[in-house]
């Protein structure tokens, strides 16, 4: 097995992000600093490799089994997993299973997070050749028209970047919804901001086929097995 997907199946963080702990010589095989090509052997328990596989210079941990939570994260939470920020994600997760955010939302915004241990799953739902879609409710600060659905619908031009098409509907005057196949850094709010709008509320409701529902925020909740295996497919 790849050494990166190996890594990713433990737990220790993602596929992408076992790609650069590697590349920046912070994973160790037998001795010697691992790199890119290199693959492991499993044993015959199928949870460890028989290598001798070192992180930081501590012993990477067995195959986790797999771990699949929905989390509703309120505004003023931070995506990133810093243990010095007390606004973290992470200060809301069990020490066990270690979880990580499938992709991110911004501080401002709330709403629906996947959270796993399944770096293999982790890695296709944020490559963007898959174009998964996530569904966003959307306040901005006036009321909008017809023509703002339209240009939002056909992708907006901002920071020398052009999105991609999206689903766009009116809910209310001043309320819309959005399903982006993308993942650009604060996506929407810039799309509202290059039309002349500012966005008061940014909520995501799906990620595919996953729904937030009725999960308070601040809550997460395991997935049922249809659920995964939806996500899965």
């Given at each position: 097995?790849?050494?990166?997907?190996?890594?990713?199946m433990?737990?220790?963080?993602?596929?992408?992000a076992?790609?650069?702990?590697?590349?920046?010589?912070?994973?160790?095989?037998?001795?010697?600093?691992?790199?890119?090509?290199?693959?492991v052997?499993?044993?015959?328990?199928?949870?460890?490799?028989?290598?001798?596989?070192?992180?930081?210079?501590?012993p990477?941990?067995?195959?986790?089994?797999?771990?699949?939570?929905?989390?509703?994260?309120?505004?003023?939470?931070?995506?990133r997993?810093?243990?010095d920020?007390?606004?973290?994600?992470?200060h809301?997760?069990p020490?066990?299973?270690?979880l990580?955010?499938?992709?991110?939302?911004d501080?401002?915004?709330?709403?629906?997070m996947?959270?796993?241990?399944?770096?293999?799953l982790?890695?296709?739902?944020?490559?963007?050749?898959?174009?998964?879609?996530?569904?966003?409710?959307?306040?901005v600060?006036?009321?909008?028209?017809?023509?703002?659905c339209?240009?939002?619908?056909?992708?907006?031009s901002?920071?020398?970047?052009?999105?991609?098409?999206c689903?766009?509907?009116?809910i209310?005057?001043?309320?819309?919804?959005?399903?982006?196949?993308?993942?650009?850094?604060?996506?929407?709010?810039?799309?509202?901001?290059?039309?002349?709008?500012?966005?008061?509320?940014?909520?995501?409701?799906?990620?595919?086929?996953l729904?937030l529902?009725?999960?308070?925020?601040?809550?997460?909740?395991p997935?049922?097995?249809?659920?995964?295996?939806?996500?899965?497919?």
């Open positions: 097995m790849r050494l990166a997907k190996y890594l990713a433990t737990g220790l963080c993602s596929r992408r076992a790609t650069r702990l590697i590349r920046d010589g912070r994973i160790s095989i037998n001795g010697r600093v691992a790199n890119h090509i290199d693959c052997t499993i044993a015959p328990d199928k949870q460890h490799c028989e290598q001798d596989l070192l992180c930081d210079g501590k990477v941990a067995a195959i986790e089994s797999l771990h699949y939570y929905a989390f509703n994260k309120p505004v003023g939470v931070d995506s997993l810093l243990a920020n007390p606004a973290s994600l992470l809301f997760l020490q066990s299973p270690r990580y955010p499938v992709g991110r939302l501080k401002d915004s709330h709403g629906l996947l959270l796993t241990n399944d770096g293999e982790t890695q296709r739902l944020m490559h963007p050749d898959f174009a998964h879609k996530k569904h966003y409710v959307v306040e600060e006036r009321p909008f028209d017809e023509q703002f339209t240009q939002m619908s056909q992708g907006i901002y920071k020398n970047v052009t999105t991609l098409p689903q766009v509907a009116a209310s005057e001043t309320r819309f919804n959005i399903c982006l196949t993308q993942g650009l850094n604060r996506q929407i709010r810039r799309m509202c901001q290059a039309l002349g709008y500012q966005v008061i509320d940014l909520k995501r409701v799906a990620i595919e086929s729904q529902a009725d999960l308070p925020p601040g809550e997460m909740r997935l049922t097995a249809t659920e995964i295996a939806a996500l899965k497919g």
